[in-house]
C-alpha cells in the first residue's frame, strides 16, 4: 500500500527566506508525486508533478521539487518565501499503473505560516 | 470549461438526514474521483469512476454512502442517516492521463 509522510506538522519563516517542505513516501514501484497547497476552506491547487525524467521538477509561483529514488523523498522548495505563500502544503502519490491507477493518497499536510 | 464544480458549497444538516452532494468534472476528464477531508487532515479517497463504470470504493465508504456517475458525466454523492462523524470536506477531482483538477469542496456540517 502506498503513503505518505510530511514530518513536519507546521512551520513558520519570515518574508524572503527559503523553505524546504518534507515529503517521504512508500509505494513498491515508480510513483506519480504531487504538491498541491490548500488556502482555508478552498480546494487544492497543483503546484508541481513528477511523472518520471528530470528530478527537478519546477512548478508556478517559484515552487521546485526534488524527487530522490534513494531516499524516497520529494521535498518542495522555494527560494524566497512571500507572504501570499502561507497555506496548507500537501504531498501526495499516485499509483503509476494497476487497478489503483490514478488514486491519490495524501500526506498530513504541513501549515506554512509566514511572518513579515 | 472552468474547471470541476461542486454544488453546494456548505450544507448543515441534522443528524439522520440524507444529504447528497454534485461534482461536474472538466468535460473531456474521463476518470472522477471523490475524497474526503476532515480538519487537520489530508483528502482520503472514496471512491472513483472511469467514464460510468465505478472501479474502486474505498473501505471509508460506508453503507450508507453511495455515489453514481450516470452516463459518465457529472457524480452524485449521497450520504443516507448522516452521523456527526461524517461532517468534513467532501472534494471531487476529475483527471485525464494523470492530469487532476479538484473543485472547491462541499463542506457538509452535520448537528
Known amino acids: 500500500a502506498q503513503s505518505v509522510t510530511q514530518p513536519d506538522i507546521h512551520i513558520t519563516v519570515s518574508e524572503g527566506a527559503s523553505l524546504e517542505l518534507r515529503c517521504n513516501y512508500s509505494y513498491g514501484a515508480t510513483p506519480y508525486l504531487f504538491w498541491y497547497v490548500q488556502s482555508p476552506g478552498q480546494g487544492l491547487q497543483l503546484l508541481l508533478k513528477y511523472f518520471s525524467g528530470d528530478t527537478l521538477v519546477q512548478g508556478i509561483k517559484g515552487f521546485e521539487a526534488e524527487f530522490k529514488r534513494s531516499q524516497s523523498s520529494f521535498n518542495l522548495r522555494k527560494p524566497s518565501v512571500h507572504w501570499s505563500d502561507a497555506a496548507e502544503y500537501f504531498c501526495a502519490v499516485g499509483a503509476a499503473g494497476g487497478t489503483s491507477y490514478g488514486k491519490l493518497t495524501f500526506g498530513q499536510g504541513t501549515i506554512l505560516t509566514v511572518h513579515p | 470549461d472552468t474547471g470541476v464544480s461542486q454544488d453546494p458549497r456548505h450544507k448543515i444538516t441534522k443528524r439522520g438526514q440524507n444529504v447528497t452532494f454534485r461534482c461536474d468534472p472538466i468535460?473531456?476528464?474521463?476518470?472522477l474521483y471523490w475524497y474526503r477531508q476532515t480538519l487537520g487532515q489530508g483528502p482520503e479517497f472514496l471512491t472513483y469512476f472511469q467514464n460510468e463504470a465505478q472501479l474502486e470504493k474505498s473501505r471509508l465508504l460506508s453503507d450508507r454512502f453511495s455515489a453514481e456517475r450516470p452516463k459518465g458525466s457529472f457524480s452524485t454523492l449521497e450520504i443516507q442517516r448522516t452521523e456527526q462523524g461524517d461532517s468534513a470536506m467532501y472534494l471531487c477531482?476529475?483527471?485525464?492521463?494523470?492530469?487532476?483538477?479538484f473543485g472547491s469542496g462541499t463542506r457538509l456540517t452535520v448537528v
Open positions: 468535460s473531456e476528464h474521463n476518470r
Open positions: 477531482a476529475s483527471s485525464l492521463k494523470g492530469t487532476y483538477t
